[in-house]
C-alpha cells in the first residue's frame, strides 16, 4: 500500500480551493494543513475537506515547520510566494507553487535558483498546458500536421461586470493572462522569446486593476508584439471587457493553421447569486492544411478527454497536481517521466517576458530578454 501523501496549502482562496479538489481526487493524497492570511477563509475551506482531521496554522512557518506535511502548495497572492517557498525547500518538502511567481524579476530568480538546487520535486502551476486543447495542438504540431510553425496569434478577452472585482484584481494583464500564454508559445512549439514591444492601456472599464511593476496606473488591454527564436513571430493581445470573453490561439506553420477555441459558461455565486464569474472550457483544434479542402477539427485522443461535468480551469490543476504527485512518489526531480510538468525555469521565463513588456511600455522601444542558462 502506497504511504498517505499529506498535503499543506499556504493561500486558500480560488486557486488554493482548486488545488485542494485536486488533491481530493487522488488516492492515498490527504490535505491536512491550511494557512490562510484571514482565517474564517482556511476554516472555511477545511470544512469542506474529505479529510480525517485538517490543521488550521495561524502562522505559515508553523505549518512548514510543525505540520508533517511532506507537499506544500503555494497558491497565495504573488507578494508571499518567495519566503514560503525556500523556507519549505529549505527543511526538504516537495513544492508546487501558483504562476506567476513574484512580483518582481529578483525574487523570481531567487525562487528559480532555490528549486535548481534542492533535493526534492518542485514546479509551477502553468496549469493552462493541460487543457484538452491545448494538449491536442501540441501533438498535432509535433506530428507534423501543419509543418514547421512559423507564428502565433493569441487573443485573450475576459468578461468583466462593472462593481465587481475582477478576477486579474491586484495583478494586471500581463501577470494573470501574460504568465500562462508566454508559456504556451514556447511549450507548444519549443520557441524561446528574444525581444517583445509592448503597449499598455488603462481606463476606466476596469477599476481595482493594479500593476506592481515600472507602469504605476492600471491597465486594461495589453497589445504585445515579439520576435521568437528560430525566426518566428508572435502577436498577445489581453483585454477586460463588459461586452463578449474570447481565446484563441492560432499557429501558422509551413504546410497550414491550427486554431485553439474555447467556449465560455457563466456561473452565479454569492449568497443571493448576485455575483457572476465567466470561465472558459479549452476542448477544441481546428486544422486547415494544404491536404484540407475544408478545416477538420483534430481529433483529441483518450487520454486527453476532459470528463464530463467539469470545467478546463479545474481539469488543467487536476492533471498538473496529478503528475506532480506522480513525480512526489518516484522522487523524480528533473520531471523526466513527466515533461509537461513545469519547471520553477518555466514560470522564470514567463517572467522575464513580462519584465520586458512593463519595460518596453515605459522604454517605448523593443526590449531584448535576457536567457537563463538551460536547466
Known amino acids: 500500500m502506497a504511504k498517505t501523501l499529506r498535503v499543506g496549502i499556504i493561500g486558500t482562496g480560488r486557486a488554493g480551493r482548486c488545488h485542494a479538489s485536486a488533491y481530493s481526487r487522488i488516492p492515498d493524497v490527504s490535505v491536512t494543513a491550511l494557512w490562510n492570511r484571514t482565517r474564517s ?19 505559515w512557518r508553523d505549518l512548514i515547520e510543525k505540520s508533517g506535511v511532506d507537499i506544500i502548495s503555494i497558491t497565495t497572492d504573488p507578494v508571499v510566494r518567495q519566503q514560503p ?9 516537495h513544492v508546487l507553487v501558483e504562476k506567476p511567481l513574484a512580483l518582481n524579476l529578483q525574487e523570481a530568480g531567487d525562487m528559480t535558483a532555490a528549486s535548481q538546487q534542492a533535493n526534492t520535486v518542485t514546479a509551477v502551476s502553468l496549469n493552462w498546458r493541460y487543457s484538452q486543447a491545448c494538449q491536442t495542438m501540441w501533438e498535432a504540431i509535433r506530428e507534423g500536421q501543419i509543418g514547421r510553425p512559423l507564428d502565433i496569434q493569441t487573443e485573450w478577452r475576459i468578461h468583466f461586470n462593472p462593481g465587481i472585482k475582477p478576477l486579474t484584481a491586484g495583478r494586471g494583464l ?5 504568465s500562462h500564454e508566454f508559456d504556451r508559445a514556447c511549450f507548444l512549439a519549443g520557441w524561446k522569446f528574444n525581444r517583445v514591444v509592448c503597449t499598455l492601456r488603462s481606463g476606466t472599464e476596469a477599476p481595482g486593476i493594479y ?7 492600471p491597465e486594461s488591454y495589453a497589445t504585445v508584439m515579439a520576435e521568437l527564436s528560430d525566426g518566428a513571430r508572435g502577436a498577445f493581445h489581453f483585454s477586460l471587457t463588459p461586452g463578449e470573453p474570447g481565446r484563441r490561439i492560432t499557429i501558422c506553420g509551413e504546410e497550414g493553421t491550427l486554431i485553439l477555441d474555447n467556449d465560455w459558461v457563466t456561473l452565479r455565486h454569492g449568497v443571493n447569486h448576485e455575483g457572476s464569474v465567466t470561465l472558459g472550457n479549452e476542448l477544441r483544434v481546428h486544422r486547415q492544411s494544404t491536404r484540407d479542402s475544408d478545416p477538420v477539427q483534430v481529433e483529441v485522443v483518450e487520454s486527453n478527454k476532459q470528463p464530463g461535468g467539469i470545467l478546463s480551469g479545474q481539469h488543467t490543476w487536476n492533471r498538473l497536481i496529478n503528475e506532480f504527485v506522480s513525480a512526489v512518489r518516484s522522487g523524480d526531480t528533473k520531471h523526466g517521466s513527466s515533461p509537461h ?9 514567463a517572467q522575464q517576458v513580462i519584465h520586458a513588456c512593463e519595460c518596453s511600455h515605459v522604454e517605448q522601444r523593443w526590449i531584448d530578454i535576457t536567457r537563463q542558462p538551460d536547466r
Open 41 to 59: 477563509r482556511a476554516e472555511d475551506l477545511a470544512s469542506n475537506l474529505d479529510a480525517p482531521v485538517t490543521e488550521i496554522f495561524d502562522d
Open 85 to 93: 517557498l525556500v523556507y519549505a525547500l529549505e527543511r526538504q518538502l
Open 341 to 349: 510538468l513545469p519547471h520553477l525555469a518555466d514560470g522564470m521565463a
Open 174 to 178: 500581463l501577470m494573470e493572462m501574460g
Open 211 to 217: 500593476r506592481a511593476g515600472p507602469t504605476s496606473s
